[in-house]
Antibody
Framework: EVQLVESGGGLVKPGGSLRLSCVASGFAFRSYRMNWVRQAPGKGLEWVSSISSGSTHMYYADSVKGRFTISRDNAKNSLYLQMNSPRGEDTAVYYC????????????????????WGQGTLVTVSS | SYVLTQPPSESVAPGETARITCGGDNVGTTSVHWYQQRPGQAPVVVVYGDSDRPSGIPERFSGSNSGNTATLTISRVEAGDDADYYCQVWDSSGDHAVFGGGTRLTVL
């Protein structure tokens, strides 16, 4: 069974730091781009960051760029999000998500989507 | 940055058809994906690549995308379809995902 399990959430003070983890199982983790997506309480989904399968490319939403760092350890089937200098607006449930890709031979145009998602870990930024 | 616009809410009676729209500038030129999120649960993809269904998703779920509007259609709506629905695309760089604001579907 393909599974993603996040951990590391909790209460953190503004300006502090926190590291989220996501452990993958049931698939070839090293072959997939991975993502973090968050959801503030009562709000919609917001993409946070992605990392390529070999860690050569990382991308960030403008809202977290320069403060958060995504990384992975393929030997441990693990994805991480280092959150530095968090702010109140970073309070959210953080989901890790595998990115599935469909190429031109199978789909009408190359594209990718998030499947599956982990159950999420709640981060609360407050003094 | 690219913006996707969804109606905040829709309501439908059981057995009827629900249509949830996702508007964006020339959204028909890119692939749209749809996610269902039941209360207290993680999102699940129900349609990818405009109109394809993952295994395990009922045929009642379908999608279309043309011009400035993508649409998720749920036929013969059931109580279990009561959830939030989000559309998603990638921006022009292909490296930043964009989500719509979400639509709360209420089954009456």
């Amino acid at each position: 069974e393909v599974q993603l399990v996040e951990s590391g959430g909790g209460l953190v003070k503004p300006g502090g730091s926190l590291r989220l983890s996501c452990v993958a199982s049931g698939f070839a983790f090293r072959s997939y781009r991975m993502n973090w997506v968050r959801q503030a309480p009562g709000k919609g989904l917001e993409w946070v960051s992605s990392i390529s399968s070999g860690s050569t490319h990382m991308y960030y939403a403008d809202s977290v760029k320069g403060r958060f760092t995504i990384s992975r350890d393929n030997a441990k089937n693990s994805l991480y999000l280092q959150m530095n200098s968090p702010r109140g607006e970073d309070t959210a449930v953080y989901y890790c998500a595998r990115e599935r890709y469909c190429g031109i031979t199978t789909c009408s145009r190359p594209t990718s989507w998030f499947d599956p998602w982990g159950q999420g870990t709640l981060v609360t930024v407050s003094s | 940055s690219y913006v996707l616009t969804q109606p905040p809410s829709e309501s439908v009676a059981p057995g009827e058809t629900a249509r949830i729209t996702c508007g964006g500038d020339n959204v028909g030129t890119t692939s749209v994906h749809w996610y269902q999120q039941r209360p207290g649960q993680a999102p699940v993809v129900v349609v990818y690549g405009d109109s394809d269904r993952p295994s395990g998703i009922p045929e009642r779920f379908s999608g279309s995308n043309s011009g400035n509007t993508a649409t998720l259609t749920i036929s013969r709506v059931e109580a279990g379809d009561d959830a939030d629905y989000y559309c998603q695309v990638w921006d022009s760089s292909g490296d930043h995902a964009v989500f719509g604001g979400g639509t709360r579907l209420t089954v009456l």
